[in-house]
């Protein structure tokens, strides 16, 4: 299938492509800071520069856009186009992943991978970072939890 936009349109949409603060990190974040959670943000010293750190837990999050990196779903399907470039390109994407995960858990860290499509059932995904997580630090948030 060929592509249906000019190689100029679509250069231009690439670039437009963030690599932080893209819009499902920002949901994560706020999602997590508003349940007590606080973070350090793409903590360049750490494999791979995780998107959310927990310094003191040794905890990392990676939120990952399911096209860039693969995932089995249906935002993740490969590209039509430029099968030749996309295929690899995808590939060396989560070989990286891999590996810094893998160089995390070396250093004593541990990571959760969120999923683009995750963000659909935000109840589960909370629930599932919480048990990754364990509970908030805040001793403010803890004590109103208790009332």
Not at 67 to 74: A, I, Y
Not at 104 to 119: I, K, M, S, Y
């Amino acid at each position: 299938m060929t592509d249906t936009r000019s190689a100029e349109q679509r250069r231009r949409i690439m670039q437009s492509v963030k690599t932080k603060n893209t819009g499902p990190e920002r949901v994560v974040r706020k999602a997590l800071f508003a349940l007590g959670y606080r973070f350090r943000l793409h903590r360049k010293e750490l494999p791979g520069s995780p998107d959310i750190v927990f310094p003191s837990r040794k905890k990392a999050i990676f939120i990952h856009g399911c096209f860039w990196h693969g995932h089995d779903c249906s935002k993740g399907r490969g590209s039509k186009s430029r099968t030749e470039y996309w295929g690899p390109k995808v590939e060396t994407n989560r070989a990286r992943d891999e590996r810094n995960i893998r160089d995390l858990a070396e250093r004593g860290w541990q990571t959760h991978v969120v999923w683009q499509c995750e963000l659909k059932d935000m109840d589960d995904l909370l629930k599932r970072l919480g048990n990754f997580l364990g509970p908030p630090l805040n001793s403010i948030h803890n004590a109103r939890t208790r009332l």
